[in-house]
Nanobody, 122 residues
């Protein structure tokens, strides 16, 4: 059973917006750091941003700072990624993850979803 399930991906024009969701399946992640990563074809998995378990701390990659916003609703066990002013270089498979440490390193996250495709193209 996949512990996290992403949704909300799709095709959007440059300058558009999308909101991704990440729902937990079978367990609660309210005490975990949760993060978003992305992976474009032929590239390594890239950090997008994370949010602490209590919403106090967030951190974003420079490439998305000011355009993307991470939030979480612990009552619904759901993580969100609001993406605005999208660019073609944002095209990738987006993954949510959960772990015990607030880090940009994907190998430090324990739980992962299967990913959702985001394509930014005119």
């Amino acid at each position: 059973q996949v512990p996290l399930v992403e949704s909300g991906g799709g095709l959007v024009q440059p300058g558009g917006s999308l909101r991704l969701s990440c729902a937990s399946s079978g367990r609660t992640f309210s005490n975990y750091v949760q993060a978003w990563f992305r992976q474009a074809p032929g590239k390594d998995r890239e950090f997008v941003g994370f949010i602490s378990w209590n919403d106090v701390n967030t951190q974003y990659a420079d490439s998305v700072k000011g355009r993307f916003t991470i939030s979480r609703d612990n009552a619904k066990n759901t993580l969100y990624l609001q993406m605005d002013s999208l660019k073609p270089e944002d095209t990738a498979v987006y993954y949510c993850a959960a772990g015990s440490f607030a880090t940009t390193q994907p190998q430090r996250y324990t739980y992962w979803g299967q990913g959702t495709q985001v394509t930014v193209s005119s």
